[in-house]
C-alpha cells in the first residue's frame, strides 16, 4: 500500500446542520469548559502557529493545538474521562449535569454518600491515563485493561496514578468487550470511549468532553485574528475525537470545513467504511501492528461515525514513515516556528498534511480537498512523548524513515 491514501467519503452532506452535530454545539461546550475550570490543573493549552511551515507548503496558516501540555498527562484525553466521571457522579448524587462541577461531586458530603466507586476502561494508553487520574482528583477508583504489546511507559504511568493496570493477550476491540464483562461482574461502571447498543450515555459525553478543546481552539484563532479553520486533520481510532471536533465547528459555522479522519493502515476502519460507500460503519480486521497505537483500533465508534459519515470529506490512511515524519517535523520545524513535542499518533496528523503537501503524486487529493494558499489547517497533536523510547528512536535515530 502507499505511503498515504485518500478515501473520498461519497456521503458527504453539501451543507447544513444534521442532528447528530446538536450535542456538541457551544452551549455544550461551554458547560463542558466550566467543569474543566474547576480543576485545578485546568490550564488551555498552547496553540501553536507555524507561519514558515505554511509558507513552504503553500498554505494560508498550519496551526498545532498542543495536547502535551493538557493536565500534566501529556494527552488531551482526560477531557473526556473526567467530564463523563463527573457527570457521573453527578447522576449518583442527583445533581444536574449543568450544575455539575469537580467541587460538588468530590465533596466530602458526596464521598460520604458514595463511599469510593469503581470505574473500568479499556485503552491503548492515554485515555486509561486520563481515567486514572480523574478517579485520583475525584477521589475514587479506576481499572484500566490494556491491549496485548503496550508499552511498558504507558502502563507505568496508569499505575502511577494509583489504578489498577492489567495487560491483556487481546487486541484493543476485544479488550474493550473484556472490560466491559468485567464492569458488569464486579459492579463498577464502564467508562469506555466507543459506544454500542445499550451503551451510549458515557461514549457521549466522553465525546462532549472534547468540547472544551475545540472552544480553546476556535477561541485561540479568534485572538490571532484567523478566524474558523477551513481545513481539519483529525485522528481517528475509534473516531470519537474526531466526531466530537467535526462535530463543534459544524454547528458552530453551520457548515462544515473539510475534514478528513487520519488513521494507520493497520486499523483504517473509517477509510474502509468511506470506501464501502453504504453509510454503515465497516470494521478492520488482522493485526494492527502499528506505532500510532492510540489509533489502533478496529472499530468506528457508532455515535461518531453518524457525525463523520454526514461531514467529513474522507480518510488519510498511512504508514508508519508519514507519523514518524510528523514527529520530527514538529520537533525540527522551519526556522522561527516553535517546536512542539508530539508522539506516534500525535503527529500522525501534521504527517498526513506534510505528505499531501509536498509530493507530485498527491496533485489530485490536493485539489479534491482544495487545499491552497487560502487554507486555514487546524491539527491537533493529541499526544506528548506517552513513549519516551519510541520518541527517541524515531526523532534522534531516525527510525521508521519516509522518503
Known amino acids: 500500500m502507499d505511503d498515504l491514501v485518500l478515501c473520498p467519503n461519497p456521503l458527504r452532506l453539501a451543507a447544513g446542520v444534521d442532528a447528530a452535530c446538536l450535542p456538541f454545539g457551544m452551549e455544550t461546550a461551554r458547560r463542558t469548559r466550566a467543569f474543566h475550570q474547576g480543576l485545578s490543573a485546568y490550564q488551555p493549552t498552547p496553540l501553536a502557529c507555524l507561519p514558515h511551515l505554511a509558507r513552504a507548503l503553500g498554505l494560508g496558516a498550519v496551526l498545532v493545538k498542543d495536547e502535551s501540555k493538557r493536565f500534566g498527562l501529556k494527552a488531551f484525553k482526560a477531557l473526556g474521562g473526567s467530564y463523563a466521571m463527573g457527570l457521573a457522579l453527578a447522576d449518583a448524587l442527583g445533581i444536574p449535569a449543568q450544575e455539575a462541577s469537580p467541587a460538588r461531586v468530590a465533596s466530602p458530603e458526596a464521598r460520604r454518600r458514595l463511599g469510593q466507586m469503581r470505574f473500568v476502561t479499556a485503552t491503548d494508553g492515554n485515555h486509561g491515563r486520563g481515567v486514572a487520574w480523574a478517579a485520583r482528583e475525584l477521589g475514587h477508583r479506576a481499572e484500566v485493561f490494556m491491549p496485548k504489546g503496550s508499552a511498558r511507559a504507558r502502563v507505568e504511568a496508569i499505575r502511577a496514578l494509583g489504578a489498577e493496570c492489567t495487560v491483556t493477550e487481546l487486541g484493543y476491540d476485544d479488550t474493550v468487550r ?43 484563532m479568534d485572538a490571532a485574528g484567523l478566524g474558523l479553520p477551513t481545513h481539519l486533520f483529525l485522528q481517528a481510532g475509534v473516531g470519537s475525537f474526531a466526531g466530537a471536533l467535526l462535530a463543534f465547528f ?42 500510532m497505537a492510540g489509533l ?8 461518531s461515525w453518524q457525525i463523520l459519515k454526514n461531514h467529513a470529506a474522507g480518510g488519510l490512511s498511512l504508514g508508519e514513515g508519514v507519523a514518524a515524519n510528523g514527529m520530527r517535523l514538529l520537533a525540527a520545524p522551519e526556522s522561527g516556528d516553535p517546536a512542539v513535542v508530539s508522539g506516534e499518533s500525535g503527529a500522525s496528523a501534521m504527517g498526513a498534511l506534510e505528505y ?24 491537533v497533536s493529541t499526544e506528548g512523548d506517552t513513549n519516551p ?6 526523532v534522534r535515530y531516525g527510525r521508521f524513515a519516509c522518503l
Open 178 to 220: 473484556l472490560a466491559a464483562r468485567h464492569a458488569e461482574a464486579c459492579g463498577g461502571m464502564l467508562l469506555q470511549d466507543t459506544a454500542w447498543p445499550g451503551y451510549e450515555q458515557a461514549p457521549l459525553r466522553i465525546m462532549q468532553g472534547y468540547c472544551t478543546l475545540a472552544l480553546e481552539c476556535l477561541e485561540q
Open 250 to 291: 459544524t454547528a458552530h459555522a453551520g457548515k462544515a470545513p473539510v475534514a478528513c479522519t487520519v488513521e494507520p493502515h493497520a486499523a483504517n476502519c473509517h477509510c474502509l467504511s468511506f470506501e464501502e460507500g453504504d453509510g454503515k460503519p465497516h470494521a478492520a480486521a488482522g493485526p494492527m501492528d502499528t506505532i
Open 296 to 303: 489502533a483500533c478496529g472499530e468506528p465508534n457508532p455515535l
Open 356 to 379: 499531501l503537501m509536498t509530493r507530485e503524486s498527491m496533485a489530485e487529493n490536493r485539489a479534491l480537498l482544495g487545499l491552497g494558499p487560502s487554507s486555514r489547517v487546524l491539527v
Open 389 to 394: 523510547a519510541m520518541y527517541r528512536d524515531v
